[in-house]
């Protein structure tokens, strides 16, 4: 079996989900269910034997090492994390706390247990460490996409926090052997993403007929990966992976954030139509975030060359099966708005008037 931390959060339970349908493999899955992790998410595993939740904290070693040693997981994935930059330059002090000095506890949890396998199950464990593309900064218009080899310059309290959790694995295994594997990822969109990231605002803001709020001029560029892509991406690590390396996984699909502003107008225009006129008649250009980040973009030469992987959805197809699932459910929607999202909304956007 393997262990998943951050499971309930957008990308862990999109994980969790495809991994038991694809390999049917039992999961254990630890998360602190902070006000992103949603066992909503997961419910349909609600009778499922072969997933285990444990609600429960990556920095709580004693917790992580009875894990451990009760259910001998031939592999860890690290997904815990605080993960949203406009809470983390409201409050940098949790993105410390978790994707720190949580992901020195558990190296440490880890590398005791892999420490004391049987030499078999310790040649086959590994330690697939989910990052990000934003510990490399930010690109300017003509320069090249990250590649492995970029130099790391994190902007935002978020991808600082990011690019230590990196520099920690990286050293655990340089220094101690633990058989790590790193993904930096560029940005995901898709099912039971949290209402506070640009995709599922806008969808969510347009059907609501509130304001869809751009920062800045909307000329700043992401690398937009179906999440499905980023899943079987960290499948194929996980198999194939060459021990100590990073692969670096993109979906080859820059857009200023006004294009797939626009394109989700256009999108909900044809399928959920507004009596009061076009879904675009609601974009606001609001106060930029500080500091940020221009354009990314990820060069994933080495994991298709290397393990073969490529994103299997195009964006402008993914898009829409994104919307139509954000329309068709109601009552996760319903649930994730009742929670900590309204106030949310207050303390990032009140400030940012047109
Ligand atoms: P998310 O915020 O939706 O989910 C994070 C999950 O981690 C939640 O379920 C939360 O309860 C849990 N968690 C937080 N702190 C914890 C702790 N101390 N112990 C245990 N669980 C804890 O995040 P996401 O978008 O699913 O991102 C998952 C990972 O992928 C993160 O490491 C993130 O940095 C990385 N990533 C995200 C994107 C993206 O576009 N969302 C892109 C690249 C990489
Ligand atoms: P986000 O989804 O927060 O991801 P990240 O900051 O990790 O890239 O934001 C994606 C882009 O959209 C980013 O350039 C910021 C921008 N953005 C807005 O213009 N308005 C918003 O309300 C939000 C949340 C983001």
């Not at 994935?77 to 605080?82: V, Y």
């Not at 989910?130 to 970029?150: C, I, K, M, R």
């Not at 626009?262 to 500080?290: N, Y």
């Amino acid at each position: 079996m393997i262990l998943v931390t951050g499971g309930a959060g957008f990308i862990g339970a999109n994980f969790v989900l495809e991994w038991l349908r694809v390999t049917g493999e039992p999961v254990v899955n630890l998360d602190k269910l902070t006000y992103a992790g949603n066992l909503a998410n997961l419910a349909s595993l609600k009778d499922d034997p072969r997933h285990v939740f444990v609600r429960g904290d990556i920095g709580d070693q004693a917790l992580v090492e009875r894990l451990l040693a009760e259910h001998r997981p031939r592999a860890v994935l690290n997904f815990a994390a605080e993960s949203h930059v406009d809470r983390s330059i409201h409050g940098p002090g949790d993105f410390i706390q978790t994707n720190v000095v949580g992901t020195f506890r558990l190296l440490e949890s880890v590398r005791g247990y892999w420490e004391s396998l049987p030499a078999p199950e310790k040649d086959a464990f590994r330690f697939l460490h989910v990052s990000t593309d934003e510990v490399y900064g930010s690109l300017g218009p003509d320069d090249p996409a990250f590649s492995e080899t970029t130099r790391y310059a994190p902007n935002s309290p978020y991808a600082a926090s990011k690019a230590g959790s990196d520099h920690l694995a990286r050293a655990w295994h340089h220094t101690y052997g633990l058989p790590v594997l790193t993904t930096n990822c560029s940005n995901n969109y898709g099912p039971f993403q949290f209402p506070e990231k640009l995709i599922p605002l806008v969808i969510l803001n347009a059907r609501a007929g509130k304001p869809l709020p751009v920062y800045g001029d909307g000329k700043n560029v992401r690398d937009w990966l179906y999440v499905a892509d980023h899943c079987s991406a960290i499948r194929e690590v996980l198999a194939k992976g060459r021990v100590g390396e990073v692969y670096n996984i993109g979906g080859n699909a820059e857009k200023q954030n006004i294009e797939v502003v626009t394109t989700l107008c256009e999108l909900l225009d044809e399928l959920a139509p507004r009596p009061a006129g076009r879904h675009a008649d609601l974009i606001t250009f609001v106060k930029d975030r500080p500091g940020h980040d221009r354009r990314y973009a990820i060069d994933a030469t080495k994991v298709r060359r290397e393990l073969g992987w490529s994103p299997a959805h195009r964006f402008e197809d993914a898009l829409g099966e994104t919307v139509k699932w954000y329309l068709a459910n109601d009552a996760w929607v319903k649930g994730v708005q009742s929670g900590a999202c309204g106030k949310w909304m207050d303390v990032n956007y009140a400030g940012r008037a047109a």
